[in-house]
């Protein structure tokens, strides 16, 4: 499965931690991710992960065209709930495009806990038959 991982700056270490301790799960598929979030998951796992710009230059809103296109299965969005960022339309909209494509999304660790979980014991494989891999 394509998984993208996004944090925002106040739970990048979080993310990394989570990433950590699930190496073993992740490590079975295709992770991608924003600049910043993607090198700091990818130094502390060793982890290969497709790295686009960072999300202040972009990184989100790629990602977010690979959803529209359908081309993510699972996004892991760790939110600073508590701190107004200018890119929180650019959020909501990729938010909005995995509801549109029944992509599940975690922007809490506890979310992505019960995914990460799921996706272990084969409960996402429908997304293989959703999106079959030519």
């Not at 790295?51 to 065209?65: E, M, N, R, T, V």
């Not at 979980?117 to 997304?127: C, I, P």
């Amino acid at each position: 499965m394509n998984i993208a991982l996004i944090a925002h700056d106040a739970k990048k270490e979080l993310m990394v931690q989570f990433c950590i301790a699930y190496c073993g799960v992740l490590s079975r598929h295709d992770l991608c991710a924003t600049g910043t979030t993607g090198k700091l998951v990818s130094e502390a796992t060793g982890l290969p992960i497709q790295k686009f710009l960072s999300g202040s230059q972009g990184g989100d809103q790629q990602i977010a065209a690979r959803i529209a296109c359908n081309e993510v299965d699972l996004l892991l969005f760790f939110r600073d709930p508590l701190t107004a960022k200018p890119s929180e339309p650019n959020d909501m909209n990729m938010l909005r495009l995995c509801d549109m494509h029944n992509i599940p999304v975690a922007t809490n660790i506890a979310t992505a806990e019960v995914l990460i979980h799921g996706l272990e014991r084969g409960d996402l494989d429908w997304r293989n038959i959703l999106n079959p891999k030519n």
